[in-house]
């Protein structure tokens, strides 16, 4: 009787199929299409952009479907605009971005008389218009597996090299790349499996713990045709070499030298050097050096108009904050000194020597606010509110400043500051009457204690329009959760129209995320995998407090990284989460490239356990609740082989999982469509299934009470 209760609810349910395509016939979906819609308009946001005349006396803003001019000596304004102060350029075309992982294969040189490219691993150099033709390089081929003019697909990936060749800025001198994979072991994927025949791609591709390619800077000096080689690599004596890793390759502002910053394996040492184009010979400007975690591989610079002076970021205090150097090495002076991240430059000004910037210097971090300090280091001010973020636009006097003031819960204004702060005018101001007049809620930002029991985390969490405190509610959490990831700036947020399906929805920031300094961060030190979960679970937990949370039909989704910490989610803790949808997840940590794995894990030669405690694969047979898998057949970032040795390791232990491939598709997510159907069947419609059986049961019980007592009393 039971079975065949249960049996005739699935029956009369559309949703516990398996097609994707059932997604329009689930409940609230009607609602989910009408309110996404509305949603995209629901808020008129009171942001301004605006256009300072030279002066910095007036500027022009669009407000209202209209364009206005402020004057600020007389408070007022007028309809029209402002001439664009900035001469007209020809239009040239934006330059492409090269392909996931790769480089740009052709270069031209400042003066526009030369062009470098990179073809068949050899370079070519040549008139602009591709006459006289010569190679400058010979030695790269397939078999040797030696390249010049182009990097390693990691260094593309993970370092950010979109330039494998770089003219000096007077056009006399070429420096390029030199790649010798001979030691890197390869990767094959097949591709066009939608077609009768396949075709194999083969990638050198290091796995973590695996050779590294040796990569070498060479110049070519094109009067002479001499080409030299870069001293880029130095042994540290400690049995690790300074040039295991080069990048971040540019001339000097002056063009006398060529620079690049260099680390070791570990990269917990890193390098801004300088070399001799002409000798070689190369000297270290700036050393970054961190005992127990990594390091920051590319910080930000700015150089004075001298091309000798530089601010640089570095996060040697515990945060991240500003140094005035020189060329020389030596350290001019510390511009900041909070014990919070700064965030970016907003204006240098050298006539005044005054820097303004934007840190996280509120209370709570993901408030953003604008700094002015001299360039000395002294005299260091906020000027905005930190009860609010801060976008700001800075008058070219700097006399005022536009301020778009906002945060989680409250929508943008647009306010005209003067150099101290005050508020001389309000421009313009959000309008919510769409949004409260469709019922929509607002985002609200809560705080819990991470798995540490010490540290504050924050998140957000989002409600759907009718959303009712006396029902119980499933939720979803969007992750991705990776070391320097996440720790975004708090601006009005809108909620998910996904909550309308009937969701709670939550972002999380656990330990490792971005913002919050080193020590946020270095719990995930050779140990990814298990800190930021429990951070995920932490907070699952604090919210599954309240009364309207479902705490047992909560489910985790997210991609690449997401991926894998929803999977992890699933298997760490099945008290947090009852469902998790995994797209392109890395499994195994072992299964990854070098420079993004051993960052943060240490080789796995030397950290076994590390790699093991965050490995997937090892957790499979812990497995409890429901499990969505997806991954691209022609996914060249996390191979495909991390999900079917999961799946391998999961069929092993007998467990039930959902399997989707995106047949010849890279690093992608799975169906959003499919992904809102499987979460609305293992946590809305089991949660119906579950109480209908529990109800049935207590009519079994009742029915057994009573015939017990119906007996007893014809006794």
Same mark, same amino acid.
């Given at each position: 009787m039971t079975s065949r209760l249960i049996t005739l609810a699935i029956a009369a349910s559309p949703l516990l199929g398996a097609a994707q395509d059932r997604l329009p016939t689930m409940p609230r979906y009607d609602r989910y299409v009408k309110l996404r819609a509305t949603l995209a308009d629901s808020?008129? &946001?009171?942001?301004?952009?605006?256009?300072?005349?030279?002066?910095?006396?007036?500027?022009?803003?669009?407000?209202?479907?209209?364009?206005?001019?402020?004057?600020?000596?007389?408070?007022?304004?007028?309809?029209?605009?402002?001439?664009?102060?900035?001469?007209?350029?020809?239009?040239?075309?934006?330059?492409?971005?090269?392909? #996931?992982?790769?480089?740009?294969?052709?270069?031209?040189?400042?003066?526009?008389?030369?062009?470098?490219?990179?073809?068949?691993?050899?370079?070519?150099?040549?008139?602009? =218009?591709?006459? /006289?033709?010569?190679?400058?390089?010979?030695?790269?081929?397939?078999?040797?597996?030696?390249?010049?003019?182009?990097?390693s697909w990691v260094y593309g990936e993970e370092l950010g090299v979109s330039d494998a060749m770089w003219f000096s800025p007077d056009s006399k001198k070429l420096a390029?790349?030199?790649?010798?994979?001979?030691?890197?072991?390869?990767?094959?994927?097949?591709l066009d499996e939608k077609q009768i025949q396949t075709k194999l791609d083969v990638e050198p591709y290091p796995k973590a713990g695996a050779p590294n390619p040796e990569v070498q800077l060479l110049v070519y000096d094109i009067a002479s045709g001499k080409t030299t080689r870069v001293d880029s690599s130095f042994d540290s004596g400690l049995g690790a070499s300074l040039g295991e890793y080069v990048y971040t390759v540019r001339w000097s502002p002056k063009g006398d030298e060529l620079l690049f910053n260099r680390c070791n394996r570990k990269q917990n040492t890193m390098e801004l050097c300088a070399a001799r184009p002409d000798t070689g010979a190369c000297r270290m400007v700036v050393r970054e050096s961190q005992d127990h975690m990594w390091i920051q591989n590319s910080p930000e610079i700015t150089w004075l108009e001298d091309g000798q002076r530089f601010i640089w970021s570095s996060e040697r205090n515990g945060f991240h904050n500003y140094y005035l150097y020189d060329l020389s090495g030596k350290l001019l002076a510390t511009l900041t000194k909070g014990g919070y991240d700064v965030d970016r430059i907003v204006k240098l000004d050298e006539k005044n020597g005054k820097l303004f910037y934007t840190a996280r210097s509120a209370p709570n971090p993901y408030l953003r606010q604008l700094h002015r300090v001299d360039l000395n280091g002294k005299h260091e001010t906020r000027l905005t509110d930190p009860e609010f973020g801060h976008s700001v636009d800075l008058a070219p006097d700097e006399d005022h400043f536009i301020d778009v003031s906002e945060k989680i819960d409250v929508p943008p204004v647009a306010i005209l500051r003067d150099a101290k702060g005050k508020q001389v005018a309000q421009l313009a101001k959000s309008d919510l009457s769409k949004f409260e007049q469709a019922g929509f809620r607002k985002t609200e930002r809560f705080s819990f204690t991470a798995a540490d029991g010490k540290t504050t985390c924050y998140g957000t969490l989002q409600f759907p329009s009718d959303f009712d405190p006396n029902k119980k509610?499933?939720?979803?959490?969007?992750?991705?959760?990776?070391?320097? %990831?996440?720790?975004?700036?708090?601006?009005?947020?809108?909620?998910?129209?996904?909550?309308?399906?009937?969701?709670?929805?939550?972002?999380?920031?656990?330990?490792?995320? =971005?913002?919050?300094?080193?020590?946020?961060?270095?719990? $995930?030190?050779?140990?990814?995998?298990?800190?930021?979960?429990?951070?995920?679970?932490?907070?699952?937990?604090?919210?599954?407090?309240?009364?309207?949370?479902?705490?047992?039909?909560?489910?985790?989704?997210?991609?690449?990284?997401?991926?894998?910490?929803?999977?992890?989610?699933?298997? &760490?803790?099945?008290?947090?989460?009852?469902?998790?949808?995994?797209?392109?997840?890395?499994?195994?940590?072992?299964?990854?490239?070098?420079?993004?794995?051993?960052?943060?894990? =240490?080789?796995?030669?030397?950290?076994?356990?590390?790699?093991?405690?965050?490995?997937?694969?090892?957790?499979?047979?812990?497995?409890?609740?429901?499990? $969505? $898998?997806?991954?691209?057949?022609?996914?060249?970032?996390?191979?495909?082989?991390?999900?079917?040795?999961?799946?391998?390791?999961?069929?092993?232990? %007998?467990?039930?999982?959902?399997?989707?491939?995106?047949?010849?598709?890279? /690093?992608?997510?799975?169906?959003?469509?499919?992904?809102?159907?499987?979460?609305?069947?293992?946590?809305?419609? &089991?949660?119906?299934?579950?109480?209908?059986?529990?109800?049935?049961? #207590?009519?079994?019980? &009742?029915?057994?009470?009573?015939?017990?007592?119906?007996?007893?009393?014809?006794?």
């Open positions: 808020v008129v &946001r009171g942001t301004v952009t605006v256009r300072w005349s030279e002066d910095g006396k007036q500027f022009s803003f669009d407000q209202g479907g209209k364009s206005w001019v402020y004057d600020i000596g007389t408070a007022s304004k007028v309809e029209g605009k402002l001439p664009d102060a900035s001469p007209t350029l020809p239009r040239t075309g934006r330059r492409r971005g090269p392909e #996931r992982g790769r480089q740009f294969d052709t270069a031209t040189s400042p003066d526009k008389k030369f062009k470098a490219v990179s073809k068949d691993r050899n370079i070519v150099l040549s008139d602009a =218009d591709g006459g /006289h033709a010569e190679p400058i390089t010979t030695e790269g081929s397939v078999e040797k597996r030696i390249k010049y003019g182009v990097a390029f790349y030199r790649f010798d994979e001979s030691k890197v072991l390869d990767y094959f994927l097949t509610w499933p939720m979803l959490v969007s992750v991705y959760g990776g070391p320097d %990831s996440g720790g975004g700036f708090e601006r009005f947020e809108t909620p998910n129209a996904v909550t309308e399906l009937g969701f709670l929805f939550v972002n999380i920031d656990g330990r490792g995320t =971005d913002g919050r300094g080193a020590a946020f961060k270095q719990a $995930l030190y050779r140990n990814l995998g298990v800190p930021e979960i429990d951070d995920q679970a932490a907070g699952v937990l604090e919210l599954a407090k309240r009364p309207y949370v479902d705490a047992k039909h909560v489910g985790i989704f997210g991609t690449s990284y997401g991926g894998y910490a929803s999977a992890l989610a699933l298997l &760490r803790h099945p008290e947090a989460f009852a469902a998790a949808a995994a797209s392109s997840p890395v499994t195994d940590w072992r299964n990854y490239d070098t420079i993004y794995t051993e960052r943060y894990m =240490d080789v796995p030669q030397d950290n076994p356990a590390g790699y093991d405690a965050g490995s997937a694969i090892k957790l499979a047979k812990n497995l409890k609740g429901r499990l $969505l $898998l997806y991954f691209g057949t022609a996914d060249n970032n996390v191979h495909p082989s991390n999900t079917l040795q999961f799946v391998a390791a999961l069929q092993a232990a %007998s467990k039930s999982f959902n399997l989707m491939a995106g047949p010849d598709l890279g /690093h992608t997510g799975v169906n959003q469509a499919h992904m809102w159907e499987f979460f609305i069947d293992n946590l809305v419609e &089991r949660r119906v299934t579950n109480t209908l059986s529990r109800q049935y049961s #207590r009519l079994l019980a &009742r029915r057994k009470v009573a015939a017990k007592q119906s007996a007893r009393s014809e006794l």
